[in-house]
């Protein structure tokens, strides 16, 4: 059972525009959504996060949507340049119980061309 | 403030071997996650170690074992080694109470 569906599985976006990841969740105990993103040969790196009391989170040119009834979340990266060409993995966690671990969805790969 | 720290960084090994992987997480983290990342199966969790006791586990086989010591460093072991275990092994060092997981480079472990 896939509890976070992520989508699209790749994505090119010309350098300056606008990149988005979707992802989905099925566990409603879920209240803790970060966003990571990995370079080849690199471990993933905490990028942004966001918890179900706002909808909205933004970071310089990083946001992430929140949509609690719909149980979807979106990372949108403005002004894409080619140095955000990586893997971006979104996941779900929930932080108060005793089932403390990250769910992750299955990745997506982001190339922007210059 | 020095990041998640794992050795070693390469490890190749043969069937039926065993392994040893060390993490040391963020000095004041006493929570220590271990994901596995495979291109076929993605990043699934392993175990999570918080005071020295395993909190939590994945659906691996009991061939996947871990432990914490009182400073919160962590190693895993796998013994009998399989092809298939050949993937990248990833520690995650928290706080627990903030959710934030902070990983280390990752162990790359070839089984021939």
């Known amino acids: 059972q896939q509890q976070v569906k992520q989508s699209p599985q790749s994505l090119i976006v010309q350098k300056g525009g606008i990149s988005i990841i979707n992802c989905a969740y099925e566990?409603?105990?879920?209240?803790?959504f970060p966003w990571y993103q990995q370079f080849p040969g690199k471990g993933p790196a905490l990028l942004i996060a966001?918890?179900?009391?706002?909808s909205e989170k933004k970071e310089g040119r990083f946001t992430i949507s929140f949509n609690k009834s719909a149980k979807q979340f979106s990372l949108h990266i403005m002004d894409s340049q080619p140095g955000d060409s990586a893997t971006y993995f979104c996941?779900?966690?929930?932080?108060?119980?005793?089932?403390?671990?990250?769910?992750f969805g299955k990745g997506t790969l982001l190339t922007v061309n210059p | 403030k020095a990041g998640v720290t794992q050795t070693p960084r390469y490890l190749i090994k043969t069937r039926g071997q065993q392994v040893t992987l060390s993490c040391s997480p963020i000095?004041?983290?006493?929570?220590v996650s271990w994901y596995q990342q495979t291109p076929g199966q993605g990043l699934q969790f392993l175990f999570e170690?918080?005071?020295?006791?395993?909190?939590n586990k994945g659906n691996f086989p009991g061939r996947f074992s871990g432990r914490q010591f009182s400073n919160s460093r962590s190693e895993m072991n796998v013994s009998t080694l399989e092809l298939g275990d050949s993937a990248l092994y990833l520690c995650?060092?928290?706080?627990?109470?903030?959710?934030?997981?902070?990983f280390g480079p990752g162990t790359r472990l070839t089984v021939l």
């Open positions: 995650a060092s928290s706080l627990r109470e903030s959710g934030e997981q902070f």
């Open positions: 566990n409603t105990a879920f209240d803790y």
């Open positions: 966001i918890r179900p009391d706002v």
């Open positions: 996941a779900a966690l929930n932080s108060g119980g005793s089932n403390y671990k990250l769910t």
């Open positions: 000095s004041g983290h006493r929570s």
């Open positions: 170690y918080f005071s020295e006791t395993q909190r």
